[in-house]
């Protein structure tokens, strides 16, 4: 089946990059080029500064309408830790009862399984049209680009999706994809690729926006949506959502799937009234989500609307691999409401791209190397281990911690080269040794002596080259420490 051709297609060469983040030959390489051109970026590192200010702002207001929001946040790490901790009895629970509801589940171990269930039943039902609700998960499999391989044009209709995937961009950050961009920049897109005469007036470009996604509403055949919550005992999927898009994308097709994590479930209905506020308030400083959403099947008779089918995807993708990991299942415990991302000094100065995969910031650079190994075990020492991101989560993962397991894990597997080893072996033998201290301080400031004499500085034999690069050179003190507290600095 050939790609079609519609309001929303993109030319040939740009169709592998939507929806996809392309794995380079070393991402290690390509996060630190783009770090550093995203922190050298200042009307970036502006349009991100005034956002998170905004959502400080929120964030306070809505802590403040809890009784005790430390409470709240003990009550969402315990109900995730029952729920994670007995994984296993309340997914069973919850297949059994959206099967009770004339629903369908399939347990999909890896993204190829999941993406390849979705595309033959868009196949078998001849889907042209697609229309998807906000989901990191089906980022995470690249649910789209599998999608429009069988033939099917697949819309986003979450606003800030529809913004990046106009750019042929993955979303920047978890809650708010398009947050890197300002009015301007999203005017100039909506006039090249919607209306040649819109303003830069918001609510014109809103409906600008809303006037395309309405004919996509109402000409597809299926809806895919995440899930922010599997309910075991209800047998239902939990939707937040602020816009709307959700119900339109889970009522109006005669097909809906819902493709979520297989950490994504509750134990009770009742969970909700805690989890609700505090995803609402640690995402975006709201006291509530606009719209929260419950689909526990297709539609009944005597119903007006809904889907004619309803399937689940659970999608395992090497959650299972952490979940056996006792130190560090925790990380399942995660609610994708972004609030670390947004505390985050890295994050904040590089971007979401930067991170090169679907879980930017400090929850990503926890699980992504466990999910996908090797090749991004980097984003582990993306962080300045500050702790901030563990102060806000809203289920007290210990975010930072996390962190420094993944580090010590990569380098006991072998995963760290022998140049850092000796480096560090160096380091541990001179903070044991004070005479040794004293002998590398005297060699060190004579080797930069040496350099800045000879107009070395910068070069490859510069050692503080990498630091030097965007910054004014280090000064080199005419006494080291140690002498001067000889003469007297101790005392003054």
Not at 60 to 80: L, P, T, V, Y
Not at 101 to 130: I, M, N, Q
Not at 192 to 207: C, G, H, Y
Request: proline share 6%.
């Amino acid at each position: 089946m050939s790609t079609p051709v519609g309001p929303n297609a993109r030319p040939a060469a740009e169709e592998a990059q939507a929806h996809d983040f392309p794995r380079p030959a070393n991402p290690e390489k390509k996060f630190m080029h783009d770090a550093e051109v995203k922190a050298a970026d200042l009307e970036h590192r502006e349009i991100i500064r005034k956002g998170m200010e905004s959502y400080e702002a929120a964030h306070m207001r809505g802590r403040s309408r809890f009784a005790d929001w430390e409470a709240a946040r003990r009550r969402c790490q315990e109900i995730k830790r029952e729920a994670i901790n007995h994984l296993d009895k309340y997914l069973l629970e919850f297949e059994k009862n959206v099967i009770a509801h004339g629903g369908r589940v399939f347990w999909a171990a890896t993204s190829e399984e999941a993406c390849k269930y979705v595309s033959d039943l868009a196949v078998k039902h001849g889907v042209k049209t697609v229309v998807k609700s906000k989901s990191m998960v089906t980022e995470e499999i690249k649910l789209a680009a599998a999608l429009e391989k069988v033939g099917a044009e697949v819309w986003e209709t979450d606003l800030g999706e529809y913004i990046v995937q106009l750019r042929n961009e993955g979303p920047y950050h978890i809650v708010t994809p398009a947050m890197h961009l300002n009015r301007e920049q999203i005017g100039d897109l909506f006039r090249a690729r919607l209306e040649p005469d819109l303003s830069n007036d918001p609510q014109e470009l809103v409906a600008a926006a809303r006037r395309k996604l309405r004919k996509a509403f109402f000409a597809a055949e299926m809806g895919i949506s995440g899930a922010n919550f599997l309910i075991a005992d209800a047998g239902c999927i939990a939707i937040s959502t602020n816009e709307g898009n959700g119900r339109l994308s889970t009522s109006v097709p005669r097909i809906h799937v819902a493709v979520t994590g297989i950490e994504k479930v509750l134990p009770r209905l009742e969970d909700l009234a805690t989890f609700w506020p505090v995803l609402a308030t640690s995402g975006t400083g709201q006291p509530i989500t606009t719209y929260g959403t419950l689909v526990g099947g297709p539609r009944r008779a005597g119903e007006a609307d809904g889907p004619d089918e309803f399937h689940v995807v659970l999608v395992d993708n090497g959650r299972s691999k952490l979940l056996a990991h006792p130190e560090e299942r925790e990380v399942l415990h995660c609610i994708r409401c972004g609030a670390c991302l947004n505390i985050c000094p890295v994050f904040r100065h590089i971007g979401g791209h930067t991170y090169g995969t679907p879980y930017p910031g400090p929850i990503g650079s926890v699980l992504v190397p466990r999910l996908e190994g090797e090749a991004f075990e980097h984003l582990s020492y993306a962080s300045s281990l500050c702790g901030a991101c563990t102060s806000v989560c809203p289920v007290k993962i210990d975010l930072h911690h996390h962190l420094l397991h993944n580090r010590r894990d990569f380098v006991n597997a072998g995963h760290s080269g022998a140049g850092e080893h000796l480096q560090f072996w160096l380091w541990h033998a001179a903070m044991l040794s004070p005479k040794l201290f004293a002998v590398c301080g005297w060699l060190a400031r004579k080797g930069l002596k040496a350099i800045h004499a000879l107009g070395l500085t910068g070069t490859l034999l510069d050692p503080l080259r990498v630091w030097n690069r965007r910054r004014a050179p280090v000064p080199l003190p005419k006494k080291s420490f140690r002498k001067q507290w000889r003469e007297g600095l101790g005392k003054q």
